[in-house]
């Protein structure tokens, strides 16, 4: 069974950066696909960003792109999501989710395993 743990959530001010983790364990990390996810109060979870299994290619919502950046290090079997110029709409509880397929998706029920989210506000 994999266990995703995130960290790196928490209260920063708009235009602020922050980097979140995601670390895996129980399974074969370098053979699944990964991604990012959240869930704004009162809003359904939407996708945030993924990444193949060797890290060589990337998807991004319309929404974060050119402000974050998902990367992974399968040597530390751990996902990241670095998040730049943070804005009051990017405030949720993110989570990290891998798909044992080894497809990146945006759907979320392509997903098998997910963490337990970390939250990020972002004030304006």
């Known amino acids: 069974q994999v266990q995703l743990v995130e960290s790196g959530g928490g209260l920063v001010q708009a235009g602020d950066s922050l980097r979140l983790s995601c670390a895996a364990s129980?399974?074969?990390?370098?053979?699944?696909?990964m991604g990012w996810f959240r869930r704004a109060p009162g809003k359904e979870r939407k996708f945030v960003a993924a990444i193949n299994k060797n890290g060589a290619r990337t998807y991004y919502a319309d929404s974060v792109k050119g402000r974050f950046t998902i990367s992974r290090d399968n040597a530390k079997n751990t996902v990241y999501l670095q998040m730049n110029s943070l804005k009051f709409e990017d405030t949720a509880v993110y989570y990290c989710?891998?798909?044992?397929?080894?497809?990146?998706?945006?759907?979320?029920?392509?997903?098998?395993?997910w963490g337990q989210g970390t939250e990020v506000t972002a004030s304006s």
């Open positions: 989710a891998a798909d044992r397929d080894g497809l990146p998706s945006m759907i979320p029920s392509d997903y098998n395993y």
């Open positions: 129980g399974g074969t990390f370098s053979t699944y696909a």
